[in-house]
């Protein structure tokens, strides 16, 4: 499977040669700040499948103490990447063009989610990290 996705004002644009996984939306209150919104939703994606086809020089990366972070479009602001130690590990869906293939399959630190959010029903929901480490 191949997944392209782009920022809104398409300067910056990706393609994954696989299969996007474990799709979650993190409640957490860097998240809400992060893509300005109740939550983010994002999936996982094996470094060695991404590649950055055009504008990977406008990218600016803001990383945190744990060696997590995320990759914006320094023109307009999209955030199209999570990183771990300097390496894609996973994509916003928002930024995918396209069906991504996957589906928010958990909704995770739901225990400081905004307290004017309604999480919907059906889909597994955790108050910090999910049970098992999905780095």
């Not at 996007?20 to 992060?34: N, P």
């Not at 950055?52 to 320094?74: H, P, R, V």
Request: proline content about 5%; some cysteine; overall charge negative.
């Amino acid at each position: 499977m191949t997944i392209e996705g782009a920022c809104f004002c398409g300067a910056v644009r990706y393609r994954v040669d696989g299969q996007l996984t474990d799709a979650r939306s993190c409640h957490c209150s860097m998240c809400r700040k992060a893509f300005s919104a109740q939550a983010s939703a994002y999936a996982l994606v094996e470094p060695s499948e991404f590649t950055w086809l055009i504008g990977k020089e406008l990218l600016i990366t803001y990383e945190s103490k744990n060696g997590a972070g995320l990759q914006f479009c320094s023109i307009c602001g999209s955030t199209l990447c999570g990183t771990y130690n300097g390496k894609v590990h996973g994509v916003t869906l928002g930024c995918v063009e396209g069906d991504p293939g996957v589906k928010i399959g958990m909704h995770i630190f739901v225990g400081s989610k905004a307290p004017w959010e309604v999480i919907p029903e059906g889909v597994p929901q955790y108050e910090e990290e999910p049970p098992t480490n999905m780095d």
